[in-house]
Each structure stands twice: as C-alpha cells, then as structure tokens.
C-alpha cells in the first residue's frame, strides 16, 4: 500500500480531514498516561475521529513489558 508525505501549512484537523477524502485508514498517534488512555486526547486527534470519512486509528504511547514508557 503506497504512502505519501506531504508537507503542508494549514490547520492540522482540516489538512488531515481533506486529505483522508479517498483513503482506507487514518492513523494519529496520542502523548496520553496509558496505551488505552484516550482521556485528554488533542483536538486534532478528537476532530478526526468525530469527523473522518474513513476509519481512525489512535496509537497510544509504547509500553515494554515492565509497563514504562
């Protein structure tokens, strides 16, 4: 499956919504406390999953085996 980067300057929520128009899955990644912790997700992340015409995916922070980040 083909990836592409682009470099724009715009809104993050309104770049990524306009852009995730034709795709198969969007995937954002959260800072937040634990990996199933979507409390205090941002607004960008929040704006994507209310609003995308396709699935989101939110990646949480990466945790080894004795649980630390």
Do not use: F
């Not at 980067?5 to 034709?22: F, H, I, K, N």
């Amino acid at each position: 499956m083909p990836v592409e980067v682009v470099v724009a300057e715009d809104r993050p929520a309104r770049l990524l919504l306009e852009r995730s128009a034709g795709a198969a899955l969007v995937v954002v990644g959260h800072r937040g406390h634990t990996a199933g912790d979507l409390v205090g997700i941002g607004s960008t992340t929040l704006s994507l999953l209310l609003a995308a015409p396709c699935p989101v995916l939110v990646l949480g922070p990466a945790l080894t085996t004795s649980g630390e980040r």
